[in-house]
């Protein structure tokens, strides 16, 4: 039996609100906000270029919060480094398609945000 949450989107992609039912039920969201700046106290993820917040309360313990955090956020700097090692690839830069080279150039600029993003909401939580 989970408790439902307030979960508060920066929606930046324009995503259409008819995904709102489904991302409600995926996230075991009683309401879904649509917001203009970054909610304070909140932890929050990304997806693409949205930023989703759910409200901090007093059943999250901060320090298990934070380790997970630094985990995943190790994890996206090691991605990043085998992201960058494949572009200052010479020999894979210049024998791959232009597509898998622009992919590989997308996941990097995601995955910049997204390390850009958990160091902001580690920074958050430990105040």
């Known amino acids: 039996?989970?408790?439902?949450?307030?979960?508060?989107?920066?929606?930046?992609?324009?995503?259409?609100?008819?995904?709102?039912?489904?991302?409600?039920?995926?996230?075991?969201?009683?309401?879904?906000?649509?917001?203009?700046?970054?909610?304070?106290?909140?932890?929050?993820?990304?997806?693409?270029t949205n930023t989703y917040y759910i409200p901090l309360s007093s059943e999250v313990n901060v320090n298990d919060e934070i380790i997970k955090l630094e985990s995943e956020l190790n994890y996206n700097i090691g991605f990043l480094s085998s992201v960058d090692k494949k572009l200052s690839n010479k020999k894979f830069v210049e024998n791959a398609p232009e597509s898998v080279i622009e992919i590989e150039k997308k996941k990097k600029t995601e995955a910049m945000a997204k390390i850009d993003l958990l160091k902001e909401s580690i920074k958050k939580l430990k105040g």
């Open 1 to 48: 039996f989970r408790e439902t949450i307030e979960l508060s989107v920066l929606n930046n992609e324009q995503v259409s609100e008819k995904y709102d039912p489904i991302i409600k039920k995926i996230c075991n969201a009683d309401t879904l906000l649509y917001v203009k700046s970054e909610v304070k106290e909140a932890i929050s993820f990304r997806v693409k």
